[in-house]
Antibody
Framework: QVQLVQSAAEVKKPGASVRVSCKTSGYTFKTYAIHWVRQAPGQRLEWMGW????????KYSQKFQDRVTISRDTSASTAYMELSSLRSEDTAVYYC???????????WGQGTLVIVSS | QTVVTQEPSLTVSPGGTVTLTCASS?????????PNWFQQKPGQPPRALIY???KKHSWTPARFSGSLLGDKAALTLSGVQPEDEAEYYC?????????FGGGTKLTVL
C-alpha cells in the first residue's frame, strides 16, 4: 500500500534551518506530486508548497516563498522540505501528502513536529 | 493571495443534517478549484473525505457528500453520527497553488 513516512521530531534554535524528509513507498514516486502542509499548535492547516516528483517543478505559497525549499531524491523515493530563518512561530507539525493526480491529496505522512526554541 | 473562508463552528444533533461551506476571496468557487474536504480529529493527521468537488474516497462514509452550493463549495453530512465531531477543512486550487480554509469545528450535541 502507499505509505509516506516522515523523519523524526526536531528542536531548532531561532535563525536555524530544518529539513524534514518524506520517504514514500508502494507506488511509482516520479508519477505524482508531493504537498507539504503545516499546522501550528491549535491552529489551522497551512499549505506550504508542492513538488512534482518526476519533473521537479515546485510551487510555493506566497507566505513561505522566501524561506522554503522543497526538493526530491528520485533514487530514494523521498521528498524534502527545508525551512530557513526559523522563528518561534514556525513551531508546528509538518506533513507531507501525495497528490493523486486527480486533485486528491492522500495519503498523508504521520507528521513531523518541529519545535523552535532558544 | 486567496483567502478561503469556512464557518468557524457549527453544532448539529445526532441523526441530523448539516452543511459546511467553503468560500473564496477571488469569487465563486467552481469545479476548477477542485475542492477537497478533510476531517481532522485531535492528535491525528487530516483524513481525506472528498476531492474534485464531489468524489468520494473508498473509505468515505456514504453520509458525507460534496457539492457546489451557490458560489461556494459545500460538504453535507446527513444522518450525523457522534464520531463525526471533528474539525473539517476545505482545500481549494487557485492560481497554481492550494489554499486551506480556516476550518469548521463541528460539534455533535
Amino acid at each position: 500500500q502507499v505509505q509516506l513516512v516522515q523523519s523524526a521530531a526536531e528542536v531548532k534554535k531561532p535563525g536555524a534551518s530544518v529539513r524534514v524528509s518524506c520517504k514514500t513507498s508502494g507506488y511509482t514516486f516520479k508519477t505524482y506530486a508531493i504537498h507539504w502542509v503545516r499546522q501550528a499548535p491549535g491552529q489551522r492547516l497551512e499549505w506550504m508548497g508542492w513538488i512534482h516528483a518526476g519533473k521537479g517543478n515546485t510551487k510555493y505559497s506566497q507566505k513561505f516563498q522566501d524561506r522554503v525549499t522543497i526538493s526530491r531524491d528520485t533514487s530514494a523515493s523521498t521528498a524534502y522540505m527545508e525551512l530557513s530563518s526559523l522563528r518561534s512561530e514556525d513551531t508546528a507539525v509538518y506533513y507531507c501528502a501525495r497528490d493523486g493526480g486527480d486533485s486528491s491529496v492522500d495519503p498523508w505522512g504521520q507528521g513531523t513536529l518541529v519545535i523552535v526554541s532558544s | 493571495q486567496t483567502v478561503v473562508t469556512q464557518e468557524p463552528s457549527l453544532t448539529v444533533s445526532p441523526g441530523g443534517t448539516v452543511t459546511l461551506t467553503c468560500a473564496s476571496s477571488t469569487g465563486a468557487v467552481t469545479s476548477s478549484y477542485y475542492p477537497n474536504w478533510f476531517q481532522q480529529k485531535p492528535g491525528q493527521p487530516p483524513r481525506a473525505l472528498i476531492y474534485s468537488t464531489s468524489k468520494k474516497h473508498s473509505w468515505t462514509p456514504a453520509r458525507f457528500s460534496g457539492s457546489l452550493l451557490g458560489d461556494k463549495a459545500a460538504l453535507t453530512l446527513s444522518g450525523v453520527q457522534p464520531e463525526d465531531e471533528a474539525e473539517y477543512y476545505c482545500l481549494l486550487y487557485s492560481g497554481g497553488v492550494r489554499v486551506f480554509g480556516g476550518g469548521t469545528k463541528l460539534t455533535v450535541l
